[in-house]
Antibody, heavy 122, light 109 residues
Framework: EVQLLESGGGLVQPGGSLRLSCAASGFTFTNYAISWVRQAPGRGLEWVSSVSGSGESTYYADSVKGRFTISRDNSKNTLYLQMNSLRAEDTAVYYC???????????????WGQGTLVTVSS | EIVMTQSPATLSVSPGERVTLSCRASQSISTNLAWYQQKPGQSPRLLIYGASTRATGIPARFSGSGSGTEFTLTISSLQSEDLAVYYCQQYNNWPPRFTFGLGTKLDLK
């Protein structure tokens, strides 16, 4: 059974940093791109970042480029999102999501974690 | 950025009804489109990818169609458990700049 379990969310002040983790199980982790997608309270879905299966290629939304860094440790089946210079508008539930196909490159997402809430506020 | 426009924003429906949701892309995305269902307090669930391919375990009453800029998600006979928000997502850009529509909420008439 595929499982994705996010952790690391919490309350942080504007300008602060936070590191999210996503522990994966139930599939061959290195074969799949994994992404972060966020959802502000009461709002829709926003793609944040993706990383290829090998970890060599990373992709970012313009809204987070230069502030967020996605990475993965394939030996630990874990995905990360390092978030720096956080802003109030980064407040959201952050989901990690597995790609549906095993090309290793992102497209659409067939399994999602339960999400972790990040609140940026003073 | 490719803008995805969903209509209507809200649709009041009855069980057994045939329901059609629309999604329009601001430029051609071929068939690089997915549909998701999200119920309150839950994570999104993939319904359709490649514009028309049902994901694993998705009931046959859900179908997708379209290509280019116009797409449709159809629920052939609405069940009460289908009341949710539905999002479309394009994944046509390379390098990825994926975008979602704002969603269509199905509620009970």
């Amino acid at each position: 059974e595929v499982q994705l379990l996010e952790s690391g969310g919490g309350l942080v002040q504007p300008g602060g940093s936070l590191r999210l983790s996503c522990a994966a199980s139930g599939f061959t982790f290195t074969n799949y791109a994994i992404s972060w997608v966020r959802q502000a309270p009461g709002r829709g879905l926003e793609w944040v970042s993706s990383v290829s299966g090998s970890g060599e290629s990373t992709y970012y939304a313009d809204s987070v480029k230069g502030r967020f860094t996605i990475s993965r440790d394939n030996s630990k089946n874990t995905l990360y999102l390092q978030m720096n210079s956080l802003r109030a508008e980064d407040t959201a539930v952050y989901y990690c999501a597995k790609d549906w196909d095993n090309t290793g490159y992102p497209s659409s997402f067939d399994y999602w974690g339960q999400g972790t809430l990040v609140t940026v506020s003073s | 950025e490719i803008v995805m426009t969903q209509s209507p924003a809200t649709l009041s429906v009855s069980p057994g009804e045939r329901v059609t949701l629309s999604c329009r892309a601001s430029q051609s995305i071929s068939t690089n489109l997915a549909w998701y269902q999200q119920k309150p307090g839950q994570s999104p669930r993939l319904l359709i990818y490649g514009a028309s391919t049902r994901a694993t375990g998705i009931p046959a009453r859900f179908s997708g169609s379209g290509s280019g800029t116009e797409f449709t998600l159809t629920i052939s006979s609405l069940q009460s458990e289908d009341l949710a928000v539905y999002y479309c997502q394009q994944y046509n850009n390379w390098p990825p700049r994926f975008t979602f529509g704002l969603g269509t909420k199905l509620d009970l008439k």
